[in-house]
């Protein structure tokens, strides 16, 4: 299994661009979910899915998009990129019944936003 | 709202010390803790789960305990190595909404 895999792996935008991070995962992991991470911070939830075709928001998803169409893929999209979008992002997946849910992150995309 | 503190922010011992990392939240009504390990440029790596109703769990030399009663968690690393210097995050898990503290930076000197 590959786990968790994310990309790119570093990504420089300027004011107003759009982009999307692939994030897929080989587990069949029902939940998937997106944080940023800032210096300082702990993660921050932006959002998250529970399956295919169900999304919702975390604590910080504006300016951010996302959509699920197979258990394997959760891209999140950047409409219109802000330098407050500089940031560590990160993606996750876990099993989403029991309290069993041990959270597995891919290896981050480092975004900056010029 | 959930609010997750990790104190201390930064620490550093000498090899071979055993020592303890907090980790306190506000709201009790949690589904699951947890403590990962997050390498500098890396991801994160789960070290420990531990469900609402469980008080502790161990993995070799850690071990984490909960009291969901006072909003406290402890993870204790014993005879710490140069290897264990890392962030260590927890993370408090109500229904699909996961909170993290900011991390405390732990550096193990030889």
């Known amino acids: 299994n590959a786990g968790v895999t994310q990309t790119p792996k570093f990504q420089v935008l300027k004011t107003g661009q759009s982009m999307t991070l692939q994030c897929a995962q080989d587990?069949?992991?029902?939940?998937m979910s997106w944080y940023r991470q800032d210096p300082g911070m702990g993660l921050r939830l932006i959002h998250y899915?529970?399956?295919?075709?169900?999304?919702d928001q975390g604590e910080v998803p504006n300016g951010y998009n996302v959509s699920r169409s197979t258990t394997e893929d959760f891209p999140l999209r950047l409409l219109s990129a802000a330098p407050s979008q500089t940031s560590v992002y990160f993606c996750?997946?876990?099993?989403?019944?029991?309290?069993?849910?041990?959270?597995?992150f891919g290896p981050g995309t480092r975004l900056l936003v010029l | 709202k959930q609010e997750v503190t990790q104190i201390p922010a930064a620490l550093s011992v000498p090899e071979g010390e055993n020592l303890v990392l907090n980790c306190s939240f506000t709201d009790s009504a949690i589904y699951n803790l947890q403590w990962f390990r997050q390498d500098p440029g890396k991801g994160l790596t789960s070290l420990l789960l531990i469900q609402s109703s469980q008080r502790e769990q161990t993995s070799g030399r850690l071990n984490a305990s909960l009291d969901k009663s006072s909003g406290r968690s402890t993870l204790y690393i014993a005879a710490s190595q140069p290897g264990d210097s890392a962030t260590y995050l927890c993370?408090?898990?109500?229904?699909?909404?996961?909170?993290f503290g900011a991390g405390t930076r732990l550096t193990v000197k030889p």
């Open positions: 993370a408090v898990l109500n229904n699909n909404d996961m909170r």
């Open positions: 996750a997946s876990s099993y989403s019944r029991g309290s069993l849910k041990t959270q597995y």
């Open positions: 587990m069949n992991h029902e939940y």
């Open positions: 899915s529970v399956g295919a075709g169900i999304t």
